[in-house]
Each structure stands twice: as structure tokens, then as C-alpha cells.
């Protein structure tokens, strides 16, 4: 498995499918779509070219992709945990104020 195509092609997925999921327009949703079918065909790359690889570079390259999915895992992690630390006060306050004006009931 080629490191870079597989990291390339994680990288599309992860892009893809914010254009779909945050954004409501029918060119982000062709945009989304688009780089989702180009993750695919980088993943049938990387799986080609590995076929061609000796035992000793697969089990390297399987770690250097596990380093890389480690690294975003936590870089996601200690993300949520800075904004979170920055904006959860902000961010009960206004469903407070939201509450206190009749415009929306929350439950958490």
C-alpha cells in the first residue's frame, strides 16, 4: 500500500464529506462527490502499487499510515478540547438567553 496515495485519498474522504455535510448547495454536493470518487480511485492506487511492494516496505509503509491516523485522531482530539475550553461559557450563555426569550428550549 503506497503511503501517499493512501494519505491523499484519506485527506479527499475527509474533505468530501464536509462539503457535503456542512454546506447546503448543490455545487458543494458535486464538489464533495467529486473528491469522495477521486479518494476511491487513490485508494485502488495505493492498493496497486502495493502489490508490487516487498513484505518489508508494506509493513513500513502500514506504520508510517497508522503514525498518520494516530496523529489526526489526536490533533482532532486536542481540537475539540481547546474550543471547547475557549467557547463552552459563550455557548451557554446565549441558549440562556435564547431560553430566556422564548425562542428555543434546549436539553442539554
Do not use: D
Request: glycine letters at 8%; proline letters at 2%.
Amino acid at each position: 500500500m503506497c503511503p501517499i496515495c493512501w494519505i491523499s485519498g484519506f485527506i479527499a474522504v475527509l474533505f468530501g464529506g464536509s462539503f457535503i455535510a456542512t454546506v447546503n448547495h448543490p455545487i458543494s454536493w458535486i464538489l464533495g462527490f467529486g473528491l469522495i470518487a477521486y479518494s476511491f480511485y487513490k485508494f485502488y492506487e495505493a492498493k496497486k502499487r502495493g502489490e508490487r511492494m516487498t513484505n518489508e516496505t508494506k509493513k513500513r509503509n502500514k506504520r508510517i499510515i497508522f503514525r498518520f491516523v494516530q496523529g489526526a485522531v489526536v490533533g482532532s482530539i486536542v481540537t475539540v478540547i481547546i474550543f471547547y475550553s475557549l467557547t463552552h461559557k459563550e455557548h451557554k450563555r446565549m441558549h440562556l438567553l435564547l431560553e430566556k426569550h422564548g425562542i428555543e428550549e434546549h436539553s442539554h
